[in-house]
Structures are given as C-alpha cells and as structure tokens.
C-alpha cells in the first residue's frame, strides 16, 4: 500500500516558468512532509518542509503548500532552471523516526 | 560540519556473495542512522533504522542485514546476495532534536548484482 504518492513520473517546464510538482498520502497520521531533490548517482538533498499545522512554506524559489483535507501537497519552483532537472521526492513523517517517500517525478526543465 | 561517508561507491558482486556496506558520520552524536534502497525505477524503500548503538529496526524482511557497532557507523550486510538485491543503497542521518527535521542522505553505493 503506497501511503505517498507521487502520480506523475515526469514534468518537462521550460525555463523561466513555474513547475508543480504533486504529492498525495493517504495516511492521516502524517504530520511533517518533506522535499528531496536527487541527482542521477547521488544522495537526496533537502530542499524544504512542512509541518501539518501550516499551509505553506516558503524558500527562495521553492514554495510548499499543504492541503490537509485534500490529504495533497505541492512544490512550486518558480522560475524554473535548467539547474533544477532533477527527480524530486515527496516524504513524509509519521511520529519522529521513519520517512516514507514517494517514487519520485523526473523534472526537465529545458532553456 | 556534519559529513556522511559511504563506501564502496560502487559495487559488482556475484550471485550468493556477501555483502559489506559501511556508513560513517561525523560532527554530530547519537544520530538516527537509515538504510534505504533505491531499485530501478522506484523510489527510496527504506530498509533498516538505528536509534542508538545495537538498535536496530527493520523495515522490510529480506536477506540483508544490518549492525550498528559504534555511534556513528551503520553497517549493511548480506550472507548470500540475490540478483534482486541490485540497487542503489543510500545511508542517511539525522539529529534526534528538534523531533522533526530533515535526513541527511549520503553519496550512495551503486550495488550490481550478476
């Protein structure tokens, strides 16, 4: 059972626009989500959080947003960079230890 | 600064070797260390967590592995590998305080299984 998901494997933006990247869980116990970017043949790296008793976050040109009755989040890049290609993960934390991730969407954004 | 070393980077084994993966931290104490799996195609399974030295919890019932034999080492291992254990393994930190934060991900082991 995928408690995180990620419906769209890949997004292609060109650059300068917005992309939105999607995430919906089903589990209600979530209360903390979080974003990774991954390079092919590296580790994530954190891009930006949330917790559950917000709607939404902002850094720089990332933005989160939180819709807990919908059980969705999303990543807003604005403007997008070339730089920005990527595959970016959604997770989520139920009580303080675990992670659970989504499968990833492959972002392209292209100049 | 806190670092996060993993080795090998990359790995070719055959089919019923063992397996040896290390994970070393520095700059912080009493992490919270993770194995996860990324397969081909799929997203980041995670496999085992440590709370402290010898704790160990497992997500996911297979033929690995793992010890925790100091406080900042994470070890994954395997007896006999399978095909199916080919993937790439990521080993990943993080502070016990504040309760939520962010994991911190190494560079990653690239195991191929033949």
């Known amino acids: 059972d995928q408690q995180v998901k990620q419906n769209s494997p890949s997004l292609s933006v060109q650059e300068g626009r917005i992309s939105i990247l999607n995430c919906d869980y089903t589990n209600s116990m979530f209360d903390y989500f979080l974003w990774y970017k991954k390079y092919p043949a590296e580790g994530p790296t954190f891009l930006i959080s949330i917790s559950s008793i917000k709607d939404k976050n902002e850094d720089g040109r990332f933005t989160v947003f939180l819709n807990k009755s919908a059980k969705h989040l999303s990543l807003h890049i604005v403007p997008s960079q070339p730089g920005d290609s990527a595959v970016y993960f959604c997770?989520?934390?139920?009580?303080?230890?675990?992670?659970?991730f989504g499968k990833g969407t492959m972002l392209l954004v292209s100049p | 600064s806190q670092t996060i070393h993993q080795w090998p980077a990359t790995l070719v084994q055959p089919v019923g070797s063992p397996l040896s993966l290390e994970c070393t931290v520095e700059?912080?104490?009493?992490?919270?260390l993770y194995w996860y799996r990324q397969a081909a195609g799929r997203g980041l399974q995670l496999l085992f967590y440590s709370v402290g030295i010898g704790q160990i919890s497992s997500e996911v019932p297979q033929n690995l592995s793992a010890s925790r034999p100091q406080d900042r080492q994470f070890i994954l291992s395997s007896k006999k590998l399978l095909l199916s254990d080919s993937g790439f393994y990521l080993c990943?930190?993080?502070?016990?305080?504040?309760?939520?934060?962010?994991?911190?991900f190494g560079p990653g082991t690239r195991l191929t299984v033949l």
């Open positions: 997770a989520a934390y139920s009580g303080y230890s675990t992670l659970t």
């Open positions: 990943a930190w993080r502070r016990t305080v504040p309760s939520y934060n962010e994991q911190f």
């Open positions: 700059g912080t104490s009493n992490p919270n």
